[in-house]
């Protein structure tokens, strides 16, 4: 069974930083794209960054460029989002997931590129 487990959410305040984590078991997913997507109260999820399978190439939303940065640890099965100069715009819930298989580029930003999703981790940030 497949499991998107992810961690580090929390309280901050504006300015500070975040390091979440999305820990994958039940398969492995060397081979696949892996996301960060974000969920405000009263919004529809949006995309935040993706990476593809080797961690090459990496696409962010325009309200974290410069701020977040997504990578992957293939041999732990694992992603990370550093998040850094945190803003009250930014509290949300943050879902990982996981792309299907031979989807790259722009597509990634589409969540229903993803087949499977994690749990989410709260994140809040205090102005």
């Known amino acids: 069974q497949v499991q998107l487990v992810e961690s580090g959410g929390g309280l901050v305040q504006a300015g500070g930083s975040l390091r979440l984590s999305c820990a994958a078991s039940?398969?492995?997913?060397?081979?696949?794209?892996m996301g960060w997507f974000r969920q405000a109260p009263g919004k529809e999820r949006e995309f935040v960054a993706t990476?593809?399978?080797?961690?090459?190439?990496?696409y962010y939303a325009d309200s974290v460029k410069g701020r977040f940065t997504i990578s992957r640890d293939n041999a732990k099965n694992t992603a990370y989002l550093q998040m850094h100069s945190l803003k009250p715009e930014d509290t949300a819930v943050y879902y990982c997931?996981?792309?299907?298989?031979?989807?790259?580029?722009?597509?990634?930003?589409?969540?229903?590129?993803?087949?499977?999703w994690g749990q989410g981790t709260q994140v809040t940030v205090s102005s």
């Open positions: 997931a996981v792309a299907s298989s031979y989807v790259t580029g722009i597509a990634l930003r589409d969540d229903r590129s993803y087949d499977y």
């Open positions: 039940g398969r492995t997913f060397s081979r696949n794209a």
């Open positions: 990476i593809n399978w080797s961690g090459g190439s990496t």
